[in-house]
């Protein structure tokens, strides 16, 4: 597969899933950017890996993590992003608010417990993917996650809680 082909298949896929992980999408659309053009570098490399998709989306969770590390000040407000869950609730309000109220939840979290969940709710990957992906033990994936839902658990309001 040429990369102007993984490009063409996959690259709203590898958008929606850098705003999942950053919450805003022009953030999201750089990081892709530079990950894509660092990809393209390394292409030779990362097409003879089994699963160059995978290996992009490490890179994209890498630049993620490392983006303003160490910066505990800094939390990304996640209002206004459009996704299509596929799910209807007959009030819009609600929806919006419930949707709000879980954007700011996710991005209060960690980095690494942010993209573990979302590796794993939104990508649907396994504890052991989310470990190749991250590069660290499945048992550090396992804590993230618990840690994350624990968190998001901890912040609903009773009404998101039904």
């Known amino acids: 597969m040429t990369f102007e ?19 805003d999408p022009h953030t999201a659309q750089d990081l892709v950017q530079d990950t894509m053009i660092r990809a393209q570098l390394k292409w030779r490399r990362i097409a003879a ?13 890498n630049a993620y993590v490392d983006l303003h590390r160490g910066s505990w000040l800094r939390r990304v407000a996640l209002k206004g992003v459009e996704l299509d869950t596929g799910v209807l609730t007959p009030d819009h309000a609600v929806q919006h608010a419930e949707r709000d109220q879980m954007w700011e939840l996710l991005g209060s979290l960690p980095r690494q417990q942010r993209a573990a969940v979302v590796l794993r709710y939104y990508e649907g990957l396994t504890d052991g993917e989310i470990a190749e992906v991250m590069r660290c033990p499945v048992g550090t994936v396992r804590s993230w996650i618990s840690r994350a839902l624990a968190t998001l658990r901890a912040g609903l309001t009773p009404s998101t809680v039904l």
């Open 5 to 23: 082909e993984f490009v063409d298949a996959r690259l709203q896929a590898l958008l929606r899933y850098a705003v999942m992980l950053t919450g």
């Open 49 to 61: 890996a089994d699963l160059p998709e995978r290996y992009v989306k490490r890179m994209i969770t």
